[in-house]
């Protein structure tokens, strides 16, 4: 019995779903797949080696070729004699945000975490640097960050500026998250142990213990000048029905000399 044939990994859906000869058509029309598309848009568009599509539609070599001498033959037929071009069906599932490593789009969606939003792709030679964000300040509790300031940094200065919500996620979700945006370095203010072990876990770098305003932060990080607490750490706790978020008294979680006070504990 023939094995069956392995679901080709898509980007996501073409901006275009036909083209129509201008003038006298054959009235025919060719059905090019999703897969097929992909393929066509990586090798002519991108430019990528067989070998690079085949391990970003996570399928084998040959069974891209094959794929694409198809497509080719569809456009090919289209463009010569008169026949309208459509672009649906096919074997295929559209990334799920896991494989953002290899996206070859410039802007991306990312779906992980119940999350869904584009990103624009990080140049081949720039540092991603996120930072936890509230009102141009560094959020102070890692688990309850709502936005994600994220900077591109090329040759010592900021080329790229983008807020990204988290869409509600905390703690090993925001790691997850993170590392989905292609991060390097991490700054914050507290931050929990489990947190701290999955961005290590992400090879992200972590400069916690950090407050103020955001742009500075990552100003003086490229400087070389940012001042941070490399053991910082921060347990949340709820006593007695009032939530405590750690740096919501002007402090720094795990450096003490600006210890959290009152209904929370930092430095834990």
Same mark, same amino acid.
Do not use: W
């Given at each position: +019995?023939?094995? *069956? /044939?392995?679901?080709?990994?898509? %980007? /996501?859906? *073409?901006?275009?779903?036909?083209?129509?000869?201008?003038?006298?058509?054959?009235?025919?029309?060719?059905?090019? $797949?999703?897969?097929?598309?992909?393929?066509?848009?990586? &090798?002519?568009?991108?430019?990528?080696?067989?070998?690079?599509?085949?391990?970003? +539609?996570?399928?084998?070599?040959?069974?891209?070729?094959?794929?694409?001498? /198809?497509?080719?033959?569809?456009?090919?037929?289209?463009?010569?004699?008169? =026949?309208?071009?459509?672009?649906?069906?096919?074997?295929?599932?559209?990334?799920? !945000?896991?494989? &953002?490593?290899?996206?070859?789009? =410039?802007?991306? =969606?990312?779906?992980?975490?119940?999350?869904?939003?584009?990103?624009?792709? =990080?140049?081949?030679?720039? +540092?991603?640097?996120?930072?936890?964000?509230?009102?141009?300040?560094?959020?102070?509790?890692?688990?309850? /960050?709502?936005?994600?300031?994220?900077?591109?940094?090329?040759?010592?200065? &900021?080329?790229?500026? +983008?807020?990204?919500?988290?869409?509600?996620?905390?703690?090993?979700?925001?790691?997850?998250?993170?590392?989905?945006?292609?991060?390097?370095?991490?700054?914050?203010?507290?931050?929990?142990?489990?947190?701290?072990?999955?961005?290590?876990?992400?090879?992200?770098?972590?400069?916690?213990?950090?407050?103020?305003?955001?742009?500075?932060?990552?100003?003086?990080?490229?400087?070389?000048?940012? $001042?941070?607490? *490399?053991?910082?750490? %921060?347990?949340?706790?709820? #006593?007695?029905?009032? !939530?405590?978020?750690?740096? !919501?008294?002007?402090?720094? %979680?795990?450096?003490?000399?600006?210890?959290?006070?009152?209904? !929370? #504990? %930092?430095?834990?």
């Amino acid at each position: +019995m023939a094995r *069956p /044939s392995r679901c080709r990994r898509v %980007c /996501s859906e *073409p901006d275009y779903e036909s083209f129509v000869p201008e003038g006298i058509a054959c009235g025919e029309r060719n059905c090019l $797949t999703l897969d097929e598309f992909e393929a066509i848009r990586l &090798i002519d568009l991108e430019k990528f080696t067989h070998e690079q599509c085949a391990k970003q +539609m996570d399928i084998s070599r040959t069974t891209v070729t094959e794929i694409y001498e /198809s497509a080719r033959g569809k456009i090919a037929d289209s463009i010569v004699n008169g =026949k309208a071009l459509h672009i649906s069906g096919g074997n295929y599932r559209f990334c799920d !945000g896991t494989e &953002i490593y290899n996206c070859s789009r =410039k802007c991306m =969606k990312i779906n992980s975490a119940d999350l869904c939003q584009t990103v624009e792709r =990080k140049g081949e030679n720039a +540092m991603r640097i996120a930072v936890t964000y509230e009102n141009g300040e560094i959020f102070q509790h890692f688990g309850h /960050s709502e936005h994600f300031k994220v900077y591109d940094v090329e040759d010592g200065r &900021i080329v790229k500026e +983008m807020v990204i919500d988290t869409n509600g996620n905390g703690h090993g979700a925001l790691a997850g998250l993170l590392s989905g945006l292609n991060a390097d370095v991490l700054i914050c203010g507290g931050i929990g142990g489990g947190a701290r072990n999955a961005l290590a876990a992400a090879g992200i770098e972590l400069y916690g213990g950090v407050s103020g305003n955001a742009d500075e932060a990552v100003k003086s990080f490229i400087g070389g000048s940012l $001042t941070y607490n *490399p053991d910082v750490q %921060c347990s949340h706790h709820d #006593h007695g029905g009032h !939530g405590h978020d750690c740096g !919501g008294h002007g402090g720094h %979680c795990g450096e003490d000399r600006h210890g959290c006070a009152g209904n !929370g #504990h %930092c430095g834990s």
